[in-house]
């Protein structure tokens, strides 16, 4: 089966990568390898694929899929039977200041991959979309049924809109698509704007790490070994256009569901895992709450797990001492 894979460079998107190229799938991937994080982290996570076994059957695109024109170019006559659109401008508090990063990658470029999946009438497209859509909904955990119009962040909005984009062509064109609203995930080749790196990387540093309300805030943190089942489980089933009802709603051949760990996690217990793990404990500087975050994620995983089988398997307390293992090595290789 031959793959696209947007983001391919990113956190996600390099795992489920290496994963569809260990089975015999060949990827093509896309990434603009923009500064939001590090470059050399991204080019690193290029390295691991090919590094990982398959690179024959891995043909990589420097280029930024907000621009449909460059999409074109690239991919040429190139077969496509899939999609994981995992490519986005991530960060909750980076969209407070800069918004037209998230319309062009989240709303245009979201189109752009629609239309290229119509165009090359693909059997299934699945894509990222957030736990952040749920805003500070008080109803825990998160149900997939939900009404999620109520986002507080700009980066919430752009998902909520993927949903709705992703459902007109669902409707209009009959392609199968499956939306996942992923919830904090963490691992080896994670992200340094997430909180597990930053924390694991001050602690080591012997720097202050900033707790945001006290402390009181709760996460469903989701090991990236089991997101990614998840996602290549839905990439394996697209849904049926048989007029039923999906789960998130829809009767096109369409489905949401939410992927995570079904377990809200106080952020006190992550820093005393990180500390463990470290060896050594955390300076604290305490702050209120951040603008468009929430005080609580929280998976119900009825859906996916009834329709997919998805069971995450891998707690915090054995997930963290995996990533801190990770990261002392990456950091003693790039200094």
Same mark, same amino acid.
């Given at each position: 089966?031959?793959?696209?894979?947007?983001?391919?460079?990113? $956190?996600? %998107?390099?795992?489920?990568?290496?994963?569809?190229?260990? *089975?015999?799938?060949?990827?093509?991937?896309?990434? #603009?390898?923009?500064?939001?994080?590090?470059?050399?982290?991204?080019?690193?996570?290029?390295? !691991?694929?090919?590094?990982?076994?398959?690179?024959?059957?891995?043909?990589?695109?420097?280029?930024?899929?907000?621009?449909?024109?460059?999409? &074109?170019? !690239? =991919?040429?006559?190139?077969?496509?039977?899939?999609?994981?659109?995992?490519?986005?401008?991530?960060g909750v508090r980076y969209s407070l200041?800069?918004?037209?990063?998230?319309?062009?990658?989240?709303?245009?470029?979201?189109? #752009?991959?629609?239309?290229?999946? *119509?165009?090359?009438?693909?059997?299934?497209?699945?894509?990222?979309?957030?736990?952040?859509?749920?805003?500070?909904? +008080?109803?825990?955990?998160?149900?997939?049924?939900?009404?999620?119009?109520? +986002?507080?962040?700009?980066? !919430?909005?752009?998902?909520?809109? &993927?949903?709705?984009?992703?459902?007109?062509?669902?409707?209009?064109?009959?392609?199968?698509?499956?939306?996942?609203?992923? $919830?904090?995930?963490?691992?080896?080749?994670?992200?340094?704007?997430?909180?597990?790196?930053? $924390?694991?990387?001050?602690?080591?540093?012997?720097? +202050?790490?900033?707790?945001?309300?006290?402390?009181?805030?709760?996460?469903?943190?989701?090991?990236?070994?089991?997101?990614?089942?998840?996602?290549?489980?839905?990439?394996?089933?697209?849904?049926?256009?048989?007029?039923?009802? /999906?789960? %998130?709603?829809?009767?096109? +051949?369409?489905?949401?569901? #939410?992927?995570?760990?079904? /377990?809200?996690?106080?952020?006190?217990?992550?820093?005393?895992?990180?500390?463990?793990?470290?060896?050594? /404990? !955390?300076?604290?500087?305490?702050?209120?709450?951040?603008?468009?975050?929430?005080?609580?994620?929280?998976?119900? =995983?009825?859906?996916?797990? &009834? &329709?997919?089988? $998805?069971r995450p398997t891998t707690p915090i307390?054995?997930?963290?001492?995996?990533?801190?293992?990770?990261?002392?090595?990456? *950091?003693?290789?790039?200094?």
């Amino acid at each position: 089966m031959q793959v696209l894979v947007t983001g391919v460079a990113g $956190f996600i %998107g390099s795992h489920v990568a290496r994963r569809l190229l260990a *089975r015999g799938d060949t990827v093509v991937g896309i990434d #603009n390898l923009n500064d939001y994080n590090p470059v050399q982290l991204k080019r690193d996570r290029l390295e !691991a694929i090919t590094a990982g076994g398959g690179a024959e059957r891995f043909t990589f695109h420097q280029l930024d899929f907000s621009d449909h024109e460059a999409i &074109d170019a !690239a =991919l040429g006559a190139t077969e496509i039977e899939r999609i994981v659109h995992l490519g986005a401008q991530a960060g909750v508090r980076y969209s407070l200041t800069n918004p037209r990063a998230y319309v062009a990658s989240n709303l245009a470029g979201h189109v #752009n991959m629609l239309e290229l999946a *119509r165009a090359r009438r693909v059997d299934q497209m699945v894509y990222a979309s957030s736990s952040s859509v749920y805003g500070t909904s +008080p109803d825990l955990p998160f149900r997939v049924e939900q009404r999620v119009d109520f +986002p507080i962040s700009l980066y !919430a909005a752009t998902k909520k809109a &993927d949903e709705l984009m992703s459902e007109t062509y669902a409707h209009l064109y009959r392609i199968p698509q499956t939306g996942l609203r992923f $919830f904090t995930v963490y691992g080896p080749w994670g992200r340094p704007d997430m909180a597990v790196w930053g $924390f694991t990387d001050k602690i080591l540093s012997g720097q +202050p790490i900033e707790v945001y309300n006290g402390g009181n805030m709760r996460r469903d943190f989701t090991y990236i070994d089991d997101i990614v089942t998840g996602i290549v489980a839905a990439l394996d089933n697209p849904p049926a256009d048989d007029g039923q009802v /999906k789960a %998130g709603g829809s009767v096109s +051949p369409h489905r949401l569901y #939410n992927i995570g760990n079904n /377990k809200a996690e106080e952020l006190e217990t992550l820093i005393t895992l990180i500390e463990e793990a470290c060896g050594q /404990k !955390a300076i604290r500087i305490d702050k209120g709450m951040q603008p468009g975050d929430v005080p609580a994620t929280y998976a119900d =995983l009825t859906a996916i797990r &009834d &329709d997919l089988g $998805f069971r995450p398997t891998t707690p915090i307390a054995v997930g963290i001492p995996l990533w801190v293992e990770w990261y002392k090595g990456y *950091r003693a290789r790039r200094g």
